[in-house]
T-cell receptor, first 112, second 113 residues
């Protein structure tokens, strides 16, 4: 959506390396920032999320960081594995509305 | 639980035809929405609903209608299909507080010739 910019659009990493995907948003009232993973031909599924009162959240090999001042948030995947290959979408939910706005997606390829 | 169920999974239409994409959820979610997914453009919101009898437009509503007569169902209608509506469509629903996980259906691939 127009509210969220996501970079890069494609990312290739060697297995075991780290991957970082960044998103910026424009609405300072946004309070919820989820990340979705979409495997080829499948539906998007939530992998991690963060709320505006938290700066960082980790779940095993994935982490999300939020910088409210700069209005950006990032997904970090460590020790990447081939099964991490997918399209990743960031999203934001403004506090004043009902919509979820999605970024344009990052196609991650983990090379064995 | 079936979660979010979309039908049909695949559909081919001719320009000018109309059709309805069905979406049903069995999780008692108040929030339901329709997205279209096109290469390089992410997921764009078409219409959404925060409860039975309430619908609103998203980012790309033109050419689509929705209704929400029950909590469970949220059909998307294409009034007069155009090639620009060739896309993959996802229905998604969420818990009542809205700022929670979106549960997506499996998607419907629509081709308009």
């Amino acid at each position: 959506g127009e509210n969220v910019e996501q970079h890069p659009s494609t990312l290739s990493v060697q297995e075991g390396d780290s991957a970082v995907i960044k998103c910026t948003y424009s609405d300072s009232a946004s309070n919820y920032f989820p990340w979705y993973k979409q495997e080829l031909g499948k539906r998007p599924q939530l992998i991690i999320d963060i709320r505006s009162n938290v700066g960082e959240k980790k779940d095993q090999r994935i982490a999300v960081t939020l910088n409210k001042t700069a209005k950006h948030f990032s997904l970090h995947i460590t020790e990447t594995q081939p099964e991490d290959s997918a399209v990743y979408f960031c999203a934001e939910h403004p506090d004043t509305g009902n919509q979820f706005y999605f970024g344009t997606g990052t196609s991650l390829t983990v090379i064995p | 639980n079936a979660g979010v169920t979309q039908t049909p999974k695949f559909q081919v239409l001719k320009t000018g035809q109309s059709m309805t994409l069905q979406c049903a959820q069995d999780m008692n979610h108040e929030y339901m929405s329709w997205y279209r997914q096109d290469p390089g453009m992410g997921l764009r919101l078409i219409h959404y609903s925060v409860g039975a009898g309430i619908t609103d437009q998203g980012e790309v509503p033109n050419g689509y209608n929705v209704s929400r007569s029950t909590t469970e169902d949220f059909p998307l209608r294409l009034l007069s299909a155009a090639p620009s509506q060739t896309s993959v469509y996802f229905c998604a629903s969420s818990y009542p507080d809205r700022t929670g996980e979106l549960f997506f259906g499996e998607g419907s691939r629509l081709t308009v010739l």
